[in-house]
């Protein structure tokens, strides 16, 4: 559902703001600061409970390894599968279909709407048998996960480039499909596809529902099961998982940001990004 | 004609991959939600299991949990987006505030439900800092891993997803109408009550809905704090997975499938028709 507020957002600019306003900095700092507290102590706690120790003792865990691997096989299946299918797609139906824009855009929000949960009962059902003894049909299905997210995220890309003159200064040239896809294109959707890309990837290693209840050991179902056996240790392994996404996260904010003052292009934020998957 | 067909064909792996991944699986469950599993008969007994007894309980429940870290968090959500907004624009309070909580509420799941272990589970740090101060929050009736402990974790996902989500709707009052207003003689109680209320209100509603529906089919968190002890849908239909059925009851996790797709089908329609009536006053 996040998807569909980010494109509510994505077209609006901001209204002119009053300049003057009654100063209440009190209660706003009471409230801000109270919000602060009960966001840090978990993580304060989180860190204690851990302990330093920890950190050094998680990737020599049995299984570690091996969970890990997965979940980043996995995160480079659904990165290749999703972006081949979507960068095509999006810019082909900019190009051609413009009419069909709204209607991709409501098929790619059906993943939002259907919980992971269900979905996988429906996948496992139907799933022919050698692909339900591989991982890999994990990757196969976080595709249909990651598809609202890529779309959205290049969509916006798109809207921010005047792709028809691109494409026609291109071809009077001389300039052939590829040449214009490689050569124009995909560099002016950078910002677009690092944000497709960031997000896929954060999506697939902190997916839950789905690989456990398709019994694989990506990471997140590690930690849980781990969990048995050492309590500090899967709490470090949390923190861990948390702290990479967030780099990833900001790592979209910053770099999207500057590029998108540099080029006048849309601009990539944190609400733009915000992503519902691993908790659904 | 042949040439609109020919210019179709390049969407068709995009709509094959669709097909298979999303359209037959979700299809397959609905179907199974109205089959005898073992003659693949045609019966309303799953859907008559699924609204009954421990499933209609797990849907009152994972709604009561719904409406709880919707509401609680709407309020709490709108509050701080307010102290957002009235700070300046391009204030670091501001910046700051803006971004820490698009990285809070990208935070769920396995990880978060750790990090609550860690500080209110029965060995976790603030359960020794309130027990220290003799305040023990388990003889006092909480408990992380209940309802009411879920409920708390769910907030501190839900609490920033709905500041960045009720935002805009802030910073679509338009300053002129406050500026009216006074001009009018209103005072800040009467502005709320006859204009900025009033304006918010669909946006509120929208962003409520919205909540809902992240509670309803969240799934990991709940799982990881609990093992799936608590009776949620999710977690039911989860066990259907984990072989946990009676006999002939196979395909009562698809009618809970179902009956979850279309509730939050329902949500997603109340949502755009709201949409639609919080833009009638920006354009």
């Given at each position: 559902m996040a998807a569909i507020i980010s494109d509510e957002l994505a077209g609006e600019?901001?209204?002119p703001r009053p300049r003057r306003r009654r100063s209440v900095p009190v209660w706003r700092w009471v409230i801000l600061l109270l919000t602060g507290v009960y966001f840090?102590?978990?993580?304060?706690?989180?860190?204690?409970?851990?302990?330093?120790?920890?950190?050094?003792?998680?990737?020599?865990?049995?299984?570690?390894?091996?969970?890990?691997?997965?979940?980043?096989?996995?995160?480079?299946?659904?990165?290749?599968?999703?972006?081949?299918?979507?960068?095509?797609?999006?810019?082909?139906?900019?190009?051609?279909?413009?009419?069909?824009?709204?209607?991709?855009?409501?098929?790619?929000?059906?993943?939002?709407?259907?919980p992971p949960v269900v979905l996988i009962v429906g996948v496992l059902e139907v799933a022919p048998g050698y692909l339900k003894s591989t991982p890999y049909l994990l990757g196969l299905v976080y595709v249909i996960l990651a598809m609202p997210f890529a779309y959205r995220s290049l969509d916006a890309g798109l809207r921010a480039l005047e792709l028809r003159t691109l494409v026609d200064a291109a071809s009077s040239l001389g300039a052939g499909w590829l040449i214009t896809l490689?050569?124009?294109?995909?560099?002016?959707?950078?910002?677009?596809?690092?944000?497709?890309?960031?997000?896929?990837?954060?999506?697939?290693?902190?997916?839950?529902?789905?690989?456990?209840?398709?019994?694989?050991?990506?990471?997140?179902?590690?930690?849980?099961?781990?969990?048995?056996t050492s309590g500090p240790v899967s709490t470090a392994a949390s923190l861990l998982a948390l702290f990479v996404t967030w780099l990833f996260l900001l790592l979209i904010v910053t770099v999207g940001s500057r590029r998108a003052r540099r080029t006048g292009g849309a601009q990539v934020d944190l609400i733009s990004v915000t992503r519902r998957d691993t908790v659904w | 004609m042949l040439r609109r067909a020919w210019t179709l064909a390049g969407i068709v792996p995009f709509a094959v991959y669709v097909l298979l991944g999303l359209g037959i699986p979700t299809a397959a469950t609905a179907v199974g939600a109205f089959q005898n599993p073992d003659t693949g008969q045609f019966t309303l007994s799953n859907i008559h299991t699924a609204t009954h007894g421990i499933y209609l309980h797990g849907f009152l429940i994972t709604a009561e949990?719904?409406?709880?870290?919707?509401?609680?968090?709407?309020?709490?959500?709108?509050?701080?987006?307010?102290?957002?907004?009235?700070?300046?624009r391009g204030a670091i309070l501001r910046r700051v505030a803006i971004t820490a909580s698009g990285v809070f509420a990208n935070f769920g799941g396995v990880p978060l439900a750790f990090l609550f272990i860690a500080t209110l589970g029965t060995t976790g740090i603030a359960t020794h800092w309130l027990t220290a101060i003799g305040f023990n929050p388990y003889d006092n009736g909480f408990n992380l891993y209940d309802l009411g402990g879920?409920?708390?974790?769910?907030?501190?996902?839900?609490?920033?997803?709905?500041?960045?989500?009720?935002?805009?709707?802030?910073?679509?009052?338009?300053?002129?109408?406050?500026?009216?207003?006074q001009n009018m003689g209103a005072g800040t109680w009467q502005y709320w009550r006859r204009i900025g209320g009033p304006v918010l209100m669909p946006s509120f509603l929208g962003c409520?809905?919205?909540?809902?529906?992240?509670?309803?089919?969240?799934?990991?968190?709940?799982?990881?704090?609990?093992?799936?002890?608590?009776?949620?849908?999710?977690?039911?239909?989860?066990?259907?997975?984990?072989?946990?059925?009676?006999a002939g009851q196979q395909n009562v996790g698809k009618a809970l499938g179902l009956g979850m797709v279309l509730i939050i089908a329902v949500l997603m329609v109340l949502y755009t028709l709201l949409q639609r009536r919080a833009a009638r006053w920006r354009q």
């Open positions: 600019t901001a209204p840090l102590i978990p993580l304060y706690a989180a860190l204690r409970f851990a302990g330093i120790a920890s950190f050094g003792d998680v990737v020599h865990q049995t299984g570690f390894s091996d969970a890990l691997i997965l979940s980043l096989k996995l995160a480079v299946i659904t990165t290749v599968l999703t972006l081949a299918l979507m960068v095509p797609t999006t810019i082909y139906v900019h190009l051609r279909l413009p009419r069909l824009r709204r209607l991709l855009e409501s098929i790619t929000i059906l993943p939002v709407v259907i490689w050569r124009v294109i995909l560099p002016n959707l950078r910002t677009a596809l690092l944000s497709a890309t960031v997000l896929t990837v954060a999506l697939v290693l902190g997916e839950f529902t789905m690989a456990s209840l398709d019994l694989y050991q990506t990471f997140p179902v590690w930690i849980v099961a781990f969990d048995q | 949990l719904s409406v709880i870290t919707s509401v609680v968090p709407g309020i709490c959500g709108m509050l701080i987006g307010y102290a957002i907004y009235t700070a300046r879920v409920a708390l974790v769910y907030m501190y996902f839900q609490i920033p997803l709905m500041v960045l989500i009720i935002l805009p709707a802030f910073e679509g009052l338009r300053p002129a109408w406050r500026e009216a207003a409520l809905l919205l909540l809902f529906g992240s509670a309803f089919s969240a799934y990991a968190t709940a799982e990881a704090l609990t093992s799936g002890t608590i009776p949620l849908t999710a977690i039911q239909i989860g066990s259907f997975l984990n072989g946990n059925v009676l």
